[in-house]
């Protein structure tokens, strides 16, 4: 327990000090390049994966109690998972996974309400107006976009060929990342994970 545990924390500490850095040192678009294949480009999330949202308001509330309930179900399966006596690739694929679940419902539940917003300015945190969306509306914080090729599509292909593409073009944070890596590890060690 106290290995998963580990794992947790520490992923989530990775992932909120990253994106208290963005937040508080960067605006709303802003990017940094570290490489021609990865920038720090700071934009936020209003709603799932790929940035899909629906329902508005109502949907933003429901989808961050869906995703606190998710959460609750990850605790339980880690929880059954190490009673059962789970393998290293189970403890660490399921912690990943609960880590990074954990990273951006906090910035659902929590974010709208400490921040200012970033729109040309660099959010102050606390602010006296107050933050730029109530609890349970706060937008997840991404940051991490790898272009690793761009270019115009040979015109041979069908539909896109002519069109400028990019080759990585989602952008992500340390939560995502964590959530990918921990299905992978469950895909590639399923066997000794679901026994």
Not at 40 to 44: A, G, K, L, P, Q
Not at 82 to 86: A, D, N, W, Y
Not at 99 to 113: K, R
Not at 128 to 140: I, M, R, S, T
């Given at each position: 327990?106290?290995?998963a545990?580990?794992?947790v924390?520490?992923?989530l500490l990775?992932d909120?000090?990253?994106?208290?850095?963005?937040?508080t040192?960067?605006?709303?678009?802003?990017?940094h390049e570290v490489?021609s294949?990865?920038f720090?480009?700071?934009?936020?999330n209003p709603g799932m994966?790929?940035?899909?949202t629906?329902?508005?308001?109502?949907?933003?509330i429901?989808l961050t109690?869906?995703?606190?309930?998710?959460?609750?179900?990850?605790?339980?399966?880690?929880?059954?998972s190490?009673?059962?006596?789970?393998g290293?690739?189970g403890v660490w694929g399921?912690?990943?996974?609960l880590?990074?679940?954990?990273?951006?419902?906090?910035?659902?539940?929590?974010?709208?309400?400490?921040?200012?917003?970033s729109?040309g300015?660099?959010a102050?945190?606390?602010p006296?107006?107050?933050?730029?969306?109530?609890?349970?509306?706060?937008?997840?914080v991404d940051?991490?976009?790898?272009?690793?090729?761009?270019?115009?599509l040979p015109?041979?292909?069908?539909?896109?060929?002519?069109?400028?593409?990019?080759?990585?073009r989602?952008i992500?944070?340390?939560?995502?990342?964590?959530i990918?890596?921990?299905?992978?590890?469950?895909?590639?060690?399923q066997?000794s994970v679901?026994k």
């Open positions: 327990m106290r290995k545990l580990y794992i924390l520490g992923t990775i909120q000090l990253v994106k208290l850095w963005v937040k040192s960067m605006y709303l678009g802003q990017s490489t294949w990865f720090i480009h700071f934009t936020e994966a790929w940035g899909i629906w329902g508005g308001v109502t949907g933003k429901a109690l869906f995703r606190v309930v998710t959460i609750v179900g990850i605790v339980y399966w880690l929880r059954h190490l009673k059962k006596g789970v290293a690739a399921i912690s990943l996974i880590a990074g679940a954990i990273g951006n419902v906090i910035d659902g539940l929590f974010y709208g309400m400490i921040f200012s917003d729109l300015r660099v102050t945190i606390l006296e107006a107050g933050g730029y969306a109530p609890f349970l509306q706060g937008k997840v940051m991490l976009y790898f272009p690793l090729f761009s270019g115009e015109q041979w292909i069908p539909i896109w060929g002519g069109e400028y593409f990019t080759f990585f989602p992500f944070n340390i939560a995502d990342m964590a990918s890596t921990g299905v992978g590890l469950l895909f590639f060690f066997r679901f």
